[in-house]
């Protein structure tokens, strides 16, 4: 007799431990995997509401189909409110996930801009590369990690470009006893002419690298809404960025 009512509590106590399990995960996965923008409440109750009366389907009727009229709405009241939960967690998550990486750009940007000219405002190339690894996790370390590789790209090409300026001679332009040598100034007039061809010619490359990486801001790894803002943003930023590219790609001596 003893044993079969410790059989029966047993059974009675399976819809709590089953419910506890499916809240633990709910929770769980606002922790690790939620990439749920926003803490608007309306929003969270409309969009958690279907799901929830899916999951606490499954589990009315696996577990708690014989526990009464109490017992199931208590548990689906337990699944919405853990999902809501759930959400505000990720949300908080993806916030400072966010904040990590934009603070992580600025810095890289802010270096990268310092390091691109001497202690006389002169350009000279950019010895250390960007390290491109992300700081921020989820759909936010994506993005950082595209827009340090698109800043590394950008730098790479600059000293590429400065290269090209070096070997024709640019670096020398205005020395004087050059130009005392140059009593004709057909050496400059080429030289000059060759700079011309230089500069059009990593613009040109600037352009491709610039269209190049709206095409790769659509295939990354992330929600299409985030792509939408990413191009919006991307499209923006780059008319603010364009006096940065110019005076990278100035022929400033």
Not at 69 to 94: D, N, Y
Not at 161 to 177: H, M, Q, R, T
Request: contains cysteine; hydrophobic residues 40%; proline residues 2%.
């Amino acid at each position: 007799m003893e044993e079969k009512e410790t059989t029966q509590r047993s059974y009675d106590n399976i819809w709590k431990i089953a419910l506890a399990l499916i809240c633990a995960g709910i929770i769980a996965y606002g922790i690790f995997y939620s990439k749920n923008t926003t803490d608007n409440l309306t929003y969270l109750i409309g969009s958690n509401l279907p799901l929830a009366l899916i999951i606490w389907s499954i589990f009315y009727v696996a577990v708690a189909r014989k526990r009464g009229v109490k017992i199931g709405s208590f548990s689906f009241l337990t699944i919405f409110i853990c999902m809501i939960v759930s959400g505000l967690i990720g949300f908080s998550q993806q916030k400072q996930e966010a904040k990590q990486a934009l603070s992580e750009i600025q810095h890289q940007y802010s270096k990268l801009i310092e390091s691109a000219t001497d202690s006389q405002g002169f350009p000279k190339r950019i010895e250390k590369p960007i390290n491109t690894t992300p700081k921020a996790r989820g759909e936010f370390g994506e993005m950082e990690r595209f827009i340090k590789e698109f800043m590394d790209q950008i730098a790479s090409q600059r000293n590429d470009y400065l290269l090209e300026l070096e070997a024709i001679g640019w670096n020398s332009i205005l020395d004087v006893n050059r130009i005392k040598a140059d009593t004709t100034f057909i050496e400059s007039k080429v030289t000059i002419q060759k700079a011309k061809e230089v500069v059009k010619k990593y613009t040109d490359k600037t352009k491709t690298l610039l269209n190049n990486t709206k095409d790769k801001i659509r295939s990354l790894n992330v929600s299409e809404s985030s792509k939408r803002t990413m191009l919006s943003g991307f499209d923006r930023g780059m008319k603010k960025a364009k006096k940065d590219i110019d005076t990278l790609l100035s022929l400033k001596t």
